[in-house]
C-alpha cells in the first residue's frame, strides 16, 4: 500500500503541477490509433463508479487510476499507471473496505504506418498488469480509428489471459464514434461487448469530451447493460487529462 500511494502521490502532484494545453482523447474506453508526439507527455485521472447490487442503490464501488504516459517517438507511446479501490459492501451501504492499491500497469501503444497513410489507422496496444492481491493479467489490444471530417470512429479487439497455469481468456470489442461541435465539446457513443463469462457484458455508453480552458480537458460517460440478458451493473466514468 506504501508504494502504490506513493506512486499515485507523484503522479496527482505533476497532474496539479505542470503547464499544459487541452488533450485529444474522444472516447472514455475505446482507443484511436493515435500516439503522443515525440517527447510530449500527458496525465490522466480516471475515476469510474458502478453499483454492485440492483436491488440496492447504496451498494458501490470506485476505481480510481492514475497515468503518466510519454511519447517515445513517432509511433511509440509508454505509459504506467496506478489503480486504488473501495467497495461498500454491506446492505444499505453501511459499511465498506478501506481504500486499497490493487494494481500497477505499464502499456505501450505502436503505430507503425502513422495517421492518415491508411484507409483506416492501425496502431497495437500491450498492457501488462501486476495485482500484489491478484493473478497478474497481460492485454492486447488492435486498435482501429478514422476521421471523416468532423466525425472520428474507433474499433478496438481486446483479449487478456491470466499469468497464472490455470488462468482464464477474456475477449472484449469496443465500438466508437463521436462528433466534436467545435474546439470545446465533442459528444459520442460506444457499444462494448465482454465474453469468457458466465454472461457476456455488453454496454451502451453514451458520453461528452469538454475542453476545459488551454489545460484541461474532461470526459464524461454513463454506462448501461445493451440488454436484460447482459450482465453488470450501471456504471458512470469521468476522465480529466492534462497535457504536459
Known amino acids: 500500500m506504501i508504494k502504490g500511494s506513493v506512486l499515485i502521490s507523484l503522479l496527482l502532484w505533476l497532474l496539479l503541477s505542470s503547464a499544459a494545453s487541452a488533450d ?13 508526439p515525440q517527447g510530449w507527455s500527458e496525465l490522466e485521472f480516471y475515476l469510474d463508479g458502478s453499483t454492485t447490487d440492483q436491488n440496492d442503490p447504496l451498494a458501490y464501488k470506485y476505481k480510481y487510476q492514475l497515468e503518466y504516459e510519454y511519447g517515445l517517438r513517432e509511433g511509440l507511446s509508454l505509459g504506467i499507471y496506478g489503480v486504488l479501490e473501495q467497495q ?4 444499505g451501504g453501511a459499511g465498506h473496505n478501506e481504500l486499497q492499491y490493487t494494481q500497477t500497469k505499464f502499456k505501450s501503444v505502436y503505430n507503425p504506418w502513422g495517421i492518415g497513410r491508411n484507409i483506416v489507422d492501425i496502431a497495437f496496444y500491450e498492457e501488462l498488469k501486476l495485482a500484489p492481491q491478484k493473478h497478474s493479467v497481460i492485454e492486447g489490444k488492435l486498435l482501429l480509428s478514422k476521421r471523416f471530417g468532423s466525425w472520428i470512429m474507433a474499433a478496438n479487439y481486446i483479449i487478456e489471459r491470466e499469468m497464472a497455469a490455470s488462468g482464464g481468456t477474456k475477449q472484449k470489442y469496443y465500438l466508437g464514434l463521436a462528433y466534436t461541435f467545435d474546439r470545446l465539446t465533442s459528444v459520442g457513443v460506444e457499444y462494448s461487448s465482454e465474453t469468457g463469462l458466465e454472461r457476456p457484458k455488453q454496454y451502451i455508453i453514451p458520453q461528452a469530451k469538454f475542453k476545459l480552458a488551454d489545460k484541461w480537458a474532461m470526459n464524461i460517460a454513463y454506462g448501461n447493460p445493451a440488454n436484460t440478458y447482459a450482465a453488470g451493473q450501471p ?4 476522465i480529466v487529462s492534462h497535457l504536459l
Open 88 to 91: 461498500f459492501l454491506t446492505p
Open 235 to 238: 456504471f458512470v466514468r469521468m
Open 24 to 36: 485529444n482523447k474522444m472516447f472514455a474506453f475505446a482507443y484511436t490509433a493515435e500516439t503522443l
